[in-house]
């Protein structure tokens, strides 16, 4: 199974922060990754899809980037309602797996 | 709209079985696989399986932790995927989510909590 991995698992800043958390991939998945939002309690909400692009709904402060095996995901001015843990995901095979998350809340 | 409903979650004993359902509405069901994943309490996601659409064989595939206890199974007349759970362990208690596709999940139901414990 290809495993993923997140950096870093948590982190705290301010309101209007720029926020960057990294995933990289145990091989070459070219850009087949999604960067999902989970709130407690909640299900996982689809951010970003195929490593680059916004889903439809979704605030232009998220963003994504990478291919292969290093990815980045931004946000770009840090707001209240984005606390929550984000998960990458891979799907270049099965199973389709999810990085151990990193939790973002505000300092 | 689309819309995933999950049911059937409970406290259950070691070694005991328990089938999830997933009620779809909003879609054309048949069309499309459906995953299961399940998220162990304070833990990440971990995908169980899924079942693709009859289109594609309705054939299913599972994660080594789960295969050859659990089962998939869809009915599309009734818009509904089970997940047949047995031979359950304390290792399996997590809230079970599932979802519409096989590779990329926009939509998930609001999951359902399966508590393993004596």
């Known amino acids: 199974d290809i495993q993923m991995t997140q950096s870093p698992s948590s982190l705290s800043a301010s309101v209007g922060d720029r926020v960057t958390i990294t995933c990289q991939a145990s091989q070459d998945i070219s850009n087949y990754l999604n960067w999902y939002q989970q709130k407690p309690g909640k299900a996982p909400k689809l951010l970003i899809y195929?490593?680059?692009n916004l889903e439809t709904g979704v605030p232009s402060r998220f963003s994504g980037s990478g291919s292969g095996t290093d990815f980045t995901f931004t946000i770009s001015s840090l707001q209240p309602e984005d606390i929550a843990t984000y998960y990458c995901?891979?799907?270049?095979?099965?199973?389709?797996?999810f990085g151990p998350g990193t939790k973002v809340d505000i300092k | 709209e689309v819309q995933l409903v999950e049911s059937g979650g409970g406290l259950v004993k070691p070694g005991r079985s328990l089938r999830l359902s997933c009620t779809a509405s909003?879609?054309?069901?048949?069309?499309?696989?459906m995953s299961w994943f399940r998220q162990a309490p304070g833990k990440g996601l971990e995908w169980v399986g899924f079942?693709?659409?009859?289109?594609?064989?309705?054939?299913?595939e599972y994660a080594a932790s789960v295969k050859g206890r659990f089962t998939i199974s869809r009915d599309d007349s009734k818009s509904i995927a089970y997940l047949q759970m047995n031979s359950l362990k304390t290792e399996d208690t997590a809230v079970y989510y599932c979802t519409r596709d096989a590779t990329t999940f926009v939509y998930w139901g609001q999951g359902t909590l399966v508590t393993v414990s004596s």
């Open positions: 079942i693709r659409s009859k289109a594609y064989g309705g054939t299913t």
């Open positions: 995901q891979q799907y270049d095979n099965l199973p389709p797996v």
């Open positions: 909003g879609f054309t069901f048949g069309d499309y696989a």
């Open positions: 195929d490593a680059s």
